[in-house]
């Protein structure tokens, strides 16, 4: 069996993402793996319990053996096993198999409903933003990117998608994927810094005069400086 990091596949050159041959093989494998498990094809069981799907196998195995309060924090088998038959890559990748072996169903459901508040509070920043181009960054960096990777790792670890080296955010091991969330979750607080007032309500109708926003609801007009903003 062989876990190869598919963060690690892409080669950048000139600007380009380019793969070589031998990866391109890994990552069709991947896929193929996934497709042969969900339609349940015997022929390539051998593939998909010890060749390309050996650490998604110990994935929904652990997950599996937390039933549905799990067997308590750093007591899980699969997850806490030096063995090289344990789960691997326990703090990043499959990090959310960690969570259900150790803390059950119960466990993963608290953490995808505190991860689907986050998203939720984003939305609500994203709608009362002042600007259209905020309301752009905010939909963009918060829902695209943190509701992407949260459904591509929680599929990965169920064996319904290919690995593809996506963290969980806030949650997974990793220098880059911890900055760049916690960059973006202060992109959204400028933002909801920047929101339209709470008297104007959400979406309301404003046109630019004189350098100045006019906000035509409710009286009495309210007049904010472009350059302040």
């Known amino acids: ?13 000139r600007g ?16 193929t793996v996934v497709i042969d498990h969900i339609m349940g094809n015997t022929e390539t069981i051998s593939e998909q319990t010890q060749g390309q799907g050996f650490q998604q196998t110990r994935s929904i195995l652990a997950i599996g053996s937390g039933g549905l309060f799990g ?17 691997p890559a326990r703090h990043t990748d499959e990090i959310f198999a960690v969570c259900g072996e150790e803390f059950g169903l119960i466990g993963c459901i608290v953490l995808l409903l505190l991860l689907g508040a986050i998203i939720a509070r984003c939305i609500w920043v994203a709608r009362a933003g002042l600007l259209a181009s905020k309301r752009f ?27 593809v080296g996506l963290t969980l955010p806030f949650i997974s091991y990793g220098g880059t ?8 979750m202060g992109i959204i607080s400028s933002i909801k810094m920047r929101s339209l007032p709470s008297c104007c309500g959400i979406g309301a ?3 630019p005069v004189d350098g100045a926003v006019r906000f035509g609801w409710p009286p009495p007009y309210i007049l904010l400086d472009w350059q302040r903003l």
């Open 71 to 87: 067997m308590g924090y750093l007591k899980g088998i699969q997850t806490q096993s030096l063995s090289e038959s344990a789960l």
């Open 177 to 184: 994927s911890i900055v760049t969330m916690f960059a973006a």
């Open 16 to 31: 380009r993402a380019h793969l070589a041959p031998h990866q391109r093989q890994v990552l069709a494998r991947r896929i």
């Open 137 to 163: 960054h905010r939909h963009g960096v918060r829902q695209g990117v943190l509701l992407a990777q949260v459904g591509v790792n929680v599929g990965m670890c169920l064996y319904v998608f290919p690995v």
């Open 205 to 207: 109708v404003f046109e």
């Open 1 to 13: 069996k062989t876990v190869v990091p598919a963060g690690h596949c892409g080669l950048c050159h």
